[in-house]
């Protein structure tokens, strides 16, 4: 499908916050997805938003999305030397989830 | 908490051979997925599968592949003739329903072709 597009790496230092972002193909898609990845791991679901939704808070995640612009954002507050990771964006198609390329996030003490 | 696991976590193989990678979905899913992720690349779309036949698939997913449930927990991806450019991780996933509903991951499995 047509590309997901992140960038591709953020460094950030250890209590601060992290804002990785997002901007999706498909107006209609009706899930955006965000996913961990650890290095030598599976993809983690980390949380997910509804398309009628502007905002979702899960304890330290905060996902904002921007539909007229499809834009998607994931903040972690607080950020910890243990969420370094990639991160994946991924959008609902009819019948699977079209991924981003990651963001590779870097978190220093 | 169940969670989808694939075996083996790494397989080397030679050009031409026949791999078979395989998964156990979370055990009240219903539907299955193969995905793929090429060094350095986004994760692509493979396969999905529901009551026993292939629901999508996308154009990598060619005549060299094939899945199968062989049994009630198993969900098998099998290339038949490899190639150098099937290195890849390969992801399983399942999900409870249909593709409106949250797809879990397995932890892949990493595939070099020589």
């Known amino acids: 499908g047509e590309d997901v597009e992140q960038s591709l790496f953020l460094s950030v230092r250890e209590g601060d916050s992290s804002v990785i972002n997002c901007t999706y193909t498909?107006?209609?898609?009706?899930?955006l997805y965000w996913y961990k990845q650890e290095p030598g791991a599976g993809l983690q679901l980390l949380t997910y938003?509804?398309?009628?939704?502007d905002m979702k808070q899960d304890q330290r995640l905060t996902v904002l999305l921007n539909k007229k612009d499809k834009h998607l954002s994931l903040r972690i507050a607080d950020t910890q030397t243990g969420d370094s990771a990639i991160y994946f964006c991924?959008?609902?198609?009819?019948?699977?989830?079209?991924f981003g390329k990651g963001t590779s996030l870097l978190v220093t003490p | 908490e169940p969670e989808v696991t694939q075996t083996p976590s790494h397989q080397v193989t030679q050009m031409g051979q026949e791999v078979i990678l395989r998964c156990v979905p979370i055990?009240?899913?219903?539907?299955f997925y193969w995905y793929r992720q090429i060094l350095g690349q986004k994760v692509e779309f493979l396969v999905s599968?529901?009551?026993?036949?292939?629901?999508?698939k996308s154009e990598i997913f060619d005549d060299q592949f094939s899945v199968e449930r062989p049994d009630g927990s198993n969900f098998t991806l099998k290339i038949r003739s490899t190639k150098l450019e099937d290195s890849a991780m390969y992801f399983c996933?399942?999900?409870?329903?249909?593709?409106?509903?949250?797809?879990?991951f397995g932890p892949g499995t990493r595939l070099t072709v020589l």
């Open positions: 996933a399942s999900s409870v329903s249909g593709t409106k509903d949250t797809q879990y």
């Open positions: 938003i509804f398309s009628n939704m």
């Open positions: 498909d107006s209609s898609s009706t899930y």
């Open positions: 991924a959008e609902r198609t009819p019948y699977a989830l079209n």
């Open positions: 055990s009240n899913h219903l539907y």
């Open positions: 599968f529901y009551n026993n036949e292939i629901s999508e």
